[in-house]
């Protein structure tokens, strides 16, 4: 059997178990005869343009087994290039770069976008005659991949990690709150999610029972600051303080938005915060009870703070990788291994696939019916579809002289074959 090497690479934002999903691939290919090496593209798809691919079957094995516990994508790098389809020679880059590397199978990690690249890929690589198995790994930490019927995939690597850090943030700035009420009542935190509400809707998830004083706004919540501002008051006359979780995505007007170069708004590099903007109203216009508002605004900790991973989230991002291993080395490329809920209270899920056709460029919306009627909170049926992501425990880290010991590859790097080249879209 004539064995073809193997390229996986990574696209968009990181999340704590993406790493999992690599340690999957590596591991998996392993039990495939006609796999050969294991190639890392450095900073996803430019690392393909580039040339620059970290040879993953020459590392360490601790150092493979370290991925469960190292978060985001420090190990072989993402990237926010996307191949769009006026980029030829960018296409036909990845072709000549696959050939001389003999590369029979790539997979990529990523969201919607990503599926995309990888079916453009498989679909090239098909008309030029390439033995090519193209395969995707999803991951996004909102949670925006495939339908709103959750027919396609449940749910993606990364998310329920985030969800865990949320339900566990508005924990403790319940403590905050309730501490320091008489001088500061409302501490508006702000929460990753620039379409669509996953990421928001998990602080319920710290208070089931409903007895924080807690409202939950959506980028889906159509309501103004004016009516925001009066359900803060209505609750501050009820309890006297009040927990504020909101979508960097919430509609405040102008924030001076920054796009990426998927035409994603990056809310972090924005010139102005979400957050910031409810706190000054609801400070300039006033609040029920005397002292003033607050807030607090997470950044890419959401997606890196790998004591709140989930257990269940690095087991099942690990068991995706594998997956798509499978996929790709018995023929079944143009496809995404995806993640099925089985009917049932009891939760348990089966993995399986779908087109990539099916997935590339897809965005599901939040379920209409999630969002209570005052559009400030989430529903029942939300959390028990969220609450058996998250799991039971706290993730135990590997620990040397009181700092977490994290995956660090060697520079093991293949031998370049081909000319310099410069990715279409970095030239001027």
């Known amino acids: 059997m004539s064995k073809k090497n193997l390229v996986v690479a990574q696209s968009g934002g990181p999340t704590c178990v993406i790493n999992s999903s690599l340690r999957g691939v590596i591991e998996g290919a392993r039990e495939f005869e006609n796999i050969g090496t294991v190639f890392g593209a450095c900073h996803g798809i430019e690392g393909v343009l580039k040339e620059e691919l ?47 590397h003999n590369v029979g199978y790539f997979l990529y990690n990523g969201g ?13 690589a098909a008309s030029r005659g390439l033995e090519l198995q193209a395969v995707g790994v999803p991951k996004t930490i909102d949670n925006d991949v495939g339908d709103s019927e959750f027919k396609l995939i449940d749910h993606t690597p990364g998310y ?27 501490l508006v935190l702000q929460a990753m999610g620039r379409k669509i509400g996953f990421i928001p809707a998990a602080a319920r998830l710290a208070d089931p029972e409903r007895k924080i004083p807690l409202l939950i706004y959506l980028a889906e919540s159509h309501c103004s600051l004016e009516t925001l501002r009066d359900q803060v008051n209505a609750l501050l006359k009820q309890a006297g303080r009040a927990l504020v979780v909101i979508s960097e995505g919430f509609n405040v007007g102008d924030v001076g938005a920054v796009k990426d170069s998927f035409g994603h708004t990056h809310f972090g590099a924005s010139k102005i915060t979400v957050a910031q903007t409810v706190v000054n109203y609801l400070n300039e216009k006033g609040l029920a009870v005397k002292g003033a508002a607050r807030c607090n605004v997470s950044g890419t900790d959401q997606r ?62 939040f379920r209409k019916d999630w969002i209570l009627p005052d559009g ?5 049926d939300f959390i028990r579809y969220a609450k058996p992501l998250v799991g039971e425990d706290m993730l135990s880290l590997p620990m040397s002289n009181g700092r977490q010991r994290l995956t660090s590859f060697l520079p093991i790097m293949a031998e370049k074959k081909l000319a310099d080249y410069q990715p279409q879209a970095d030239r001027k």
């Open 54 to 100: 970290i040879d993953l079957s020459a590392q360490p094995q601790e150092e493979i087994a370290l991925l469960r516990y190292t978060p985001v994508a420090g190990s072989i790098g993402t990237c926010r290039y996307k191949l769009k389809s006026h980029q030829v020679e960018d296409f036909e880059r990845v072709i000549e770069v696959f050939k001389a």
């Open 112 to 124: 919607n976008d990503s599926m995309d690249t990888a079916h453009k890929i498989a679909e090239l």
């Open 160 to 186: 329920a990690s985030v969800a865990k850090y949320w339900a566990h943030t508005v924990q403790y700035a319940n403590e905050e709150n309730k501490g320091s009420c008489p001088a500061d009542p409302v």
């Open 304 to 365: 890196h703070s790998m004591a709140y991973a989930s257990a269940v989230d690095l087991d099942e991002a690990y068991r995706l990788g594998q997956k798509a291993v499978e996929l790709a080395a018995t023929g079944q490329g143009g496809f995404m291994s995806t993640i099925l809920r089985d009917p049932g209270f009891i939760y348990s899920v089966r993995y399986d696939r779908v087109p990539l056709c099916d997935v590339a460029n897809s965005e599901r919306t």
């Open 376 to 380: 400030n909170d989430v529903s029942d």
